[in-house]
Nanobody
Framework: QVQLVESGGGLVQPGGSLRLSCAASGIIYRIYIMGWYRQAPGKQREVVATISSENTNYVDSVKGRFTISRDNAKNTVYLQMSSLKPEDTAVYYC??????????????WGQGTQVTVSS
């Protein structure tokens, strides 16, 4: 069984910073694309940033403020968030495409971590 466990959420003032982490555990053959999504109250879940071996992508609203990175040795993806705005308030979810064997891939979600930006 593969799991993704997020950490690092919390309450921060506007203009502040937070760093989210997401670690994958279990039987892992290979991790392909990893990403962060978020869901604000009353809104649909949206992609924030993704990272693969070839590139990174960001939603326009976070470009220049958020940075996604990964440590393949630790099976971990990070999201460094700076210049946070109240509209960044949401539950942030980690997502990864994980292969447990050469043939078996599964899209996996973490449990989510709350980020609240408020004064």
């Amino acid at each position: 069984q593969v799991q993704l466990v997020e950490s690092g959420g919390g309450l921060v003032q506007p203009g502040g910073s937070l760093r989210l982490s997401c670690a994958a555990s279990g039987i892992i053959y290979r991790i392909y694309i990893m990403g962060w999504y978020r869901q604000a109250p009353g809104k649909q879940r949206e992609v924030v940033a993704t990272i693969s071996s070839e590139n990174t992508n960001y939603v326009d609203s976070v470009k220049g403020r958020f940075t996604i990175s990964r440590d393949n040795a630790k099976n971990t993806v990070y999201l460094q968030m700076s210049s946070l705005k109240p509209e960044d308030t949401a539950v942030y979810y980690c997502n990864a495409e994980i292969a447990t064997t050469y043939w078996a891939r599964k899209n996996t979600w973490g449990q989510g971590t709350q980020v609240t930006v408020s004064s």
